[in-house]
């Protein structure tokens, strides 16, 4: 059996910089996609148009076959003027982070309400906003965020107590076009739904599986924000099998050294980050497939995506071969490897049923 997709779009990748990015950019091709929108929560992060497309000449230069949509990071330096010559430059979003939420976040936002006039430029240019959607759980540093309640927070309620922020930034800028990044619950699910077609959502394809019990005391499927309960998992299935065209693919693949991964410390936890990017399009058909809804795998990988970010596909098509009679193809168990560096993918060592054809 053979599926054609039409030019898949990964609207959440992480391609990090130095060696390790040498290692994985040319991942996003190697998984079936030719469009990836970078996020720039580099050291230090991508905080100006110049910056932004310095890191866009690199990536390109290890790898010129993937279309590189680029981000900024929302802080203190950012500017509306900035926010103009990174629309007139080809930037294509801004991305917030609530500070030490997840990877490199130590600079992430205090308040939303000091970025206002950011985001009204934004939406006079026609710029997208990312949201991580979490509030930090350590109450020890409440006095930092004027944004948030500190009330009982932690990595299983983050992102439901985020969304009243959500509907708060939707209804003061109707018009700014805003995805809710990687989503883990049914209320999440539910608070895009209720907004307007400017407000869409992100779905990681690890989240389409994973539920706590796969990464409690399993390091290598942590991630931020953190798989939840199986009826918030059901949620992100039915909402890709329903179809909803502001629902799609954002694989949030975050590659890290194995010895980050594997190991934690007394003083340090291990490596938040599930790296998918070398086998994305194979495994999402294998994932969808496995919860009847293979029939969306255009719509979520590609068509619904680009429509959102008015991002058009090429015409190419990309072929996806089902293993038959028992068959199946095996994800490498032992990583990949450049140099010095290497990462290990989601579900390594595992069998699945596609593969991209030759």
Same mark, same amino acid.
């Not at 990877?103 to 205090?110: A, H, L, R, V």
């Not at 439901?160 to 990044?181: A, C, G, N, Q």
């Given at each position: ?54 890191? =866009? ?36 979003? @801004? ?9 490199? +976040? ?25 949201? $991580? ?7 020890? $540093? ?22 009243? $922020?959500?509907?708060?930034?939707? +209804? ?19 608070? @895009? ?10 779905? *990681? ?29 059901? %949620? ?25 991964? +594997?190991?934690?410390?007394? +003083? ?17 058909? $294998? ?5 009847? %809804? ?12 680009? =429509? ?15 293993? *038959? ?17 290497? %990462? ?15």
């Amino acid at each position: 059996m053979e599926l054609a997709i039409a030019q898949p779009a990964d609207f959440h990748v992480h391609l990090r910089q130095g060696a390790l990015s040498e290692l994985v950019t040319p991942h996003v091709r190697k998984g079936g996609f030719s469009t990836a929108y970078v996020m720039p929560n580099l050291k230090p992060p991508i905080t100006s148009t110049d910056q932004a497309l310095a890191y =866009k000449a690199a990536l390109e230069k290890i790898e010129p076959n993937v279309e590189f949509l680029m981000t900024l990071y929302l802080s203190p330096e950012l500017t509306p003027d900035e926010i103009r010559k990174a629309k007139q430059a080809g930037i294509v979003g @801004v991305k917030s982070y609530p500070r030490g939420v997840t990877t490199n +976040s130590d600079g992430g936002i205090e308040s939303y309400e000091a970025y206002y006039p950011v985001f009204e430029a934004m939406q006079e240019v026609d710029m997208v906003l990312n949201l $991580h959607g979490e509030i930090p759980s350590d109450s020890a $540093h409440a006095s930092l965020f004027s944004l948030f309640s500190f009330n009982n927070i932690h990595v299983l309620n983050a992102e439901p107590s985020f969304l009243p $922020h959500l509907h708060k930034t939707h +209804s003061t800028f109707p018009r700014l076009r805003i995805v809710l990044e990687h989503a883990t619950t049914r209320a999440a699910v539910e608070a @895009v739904k209720a907004c307007g077609d400017t407000v869409a959502c992100t779905i *990681t394809v690890h989240h389409l599986e994973l539920t706590v019990d796969d990464w409690a005391g399993q390091s290598w499927n942590f991630c931020k924000p953190v798989a939840k309960y199986p009826d918030d998992r059901q %949620a992100l299935r039915d909402i890709v099998k329903e179809g909803h065209p502001r629902f799609f693919l954002g694989s949030d693949s975050a590659p890290h050294p194995p010895h980050n991964k +594997s190991v934690s410390t007394p +003083s340090c936890g291990c490596a938040a980050g599930i790296y998918t990017s070398p086998i994305l399009l194979p495994l999402t058909a $294998h994932i969808l497939e496995s919860f009847g %809804a293979l029939d969306r795998l255009e719509d979520f990988v590609s068509t619904f995506g680009r =429509k959102f970010y008015k991002i058009p596909a090429n015409g190419n098509k990309v072929l996806l071969t089902r293993a *038959t009679h028992g068959a199946t193809f095996s994800i490498p168990e032992e990583g990949y490897t450049l140099k010095d560096e290497s %990462a290990i993918p989601f579900w390594a060592g595992r069998r699945i049923n596609w593969t991209l054809s030759e």
